[in-house]
């Protein structure tokens, strides 16, 4: 079986952090993702809002390093979540549970209100670790190195 889901979309709050009882660290958060598809007035969108729970160490990226407005990539699992409501009715929510969440935009974007999505920084949280640029820390560092790498020339291709 497999139930796997990767998301692309902005926050609609600042993530929430919160301790469980033993002190375990969780992030709640809600993606706006936006929806594409053909209508009879041509191509239109939907937005959609999701629910994500982020645990531990990956909470804690979230809850530091991410704002209302940020463009954000999740990767994780969708749950279903049971419970009742004031009334004693039974309801289902669904929510993602993070895996990884990685940064959608870069700093330079949203600080200039650019909604353009880029590739930003390329530092994500993932089981425990901050990691990016090939290097793992117990945080991202202040600047985010480049995606590419300069090449020597010298008329040859470099492959």
């Not at 309801?91 to 600080?111: L, P």
Request: hydrophobic share 25%.
């Amino acid at each position: 079986m497999l139930n796997h889901i990767v998301i692309m979309g902005r926050l609609t709050r600042d993530p929430e952090l919160r301790y469980t009882q033993s002190q375990v660290p969780v992030a709640s958060f809600t993606v706006a993702v936006d929806r594409d598809y053909s209508g009879q007035n041509g191509q239109q969108k939907e937005t959609d809002f999701i629910d994500v729970v982020a645990w531990r160490s990956t909470g804690e990226f979230v809850s530091k390093y991410f704002s209302k407005g940020r463009m954000i990539v999740v990767s994780g699992r969708l749950q279903s979540r049971k419970w009742q409501d004031r009334e004693g009715n039974n309801r289902t929510s669904w929510e993602i549970n993070a895996d990884s969440c990685y940064f959608g935009d870069s700093k330079k974007d949203t600080e200039a209100g650019n909604n353009a999505p880029s590739t930003g920084g390329g530092y994500y949280a993932q089981q425990g670790q901050y990691q990016g640029g090939g290097r793992t820390a117990t945080r991202p560092p202040d600047v985010s190195p480049s995606p590419y790498e300069e090449l020597d020339d010298d008329g040859e291709l470099p492959f």
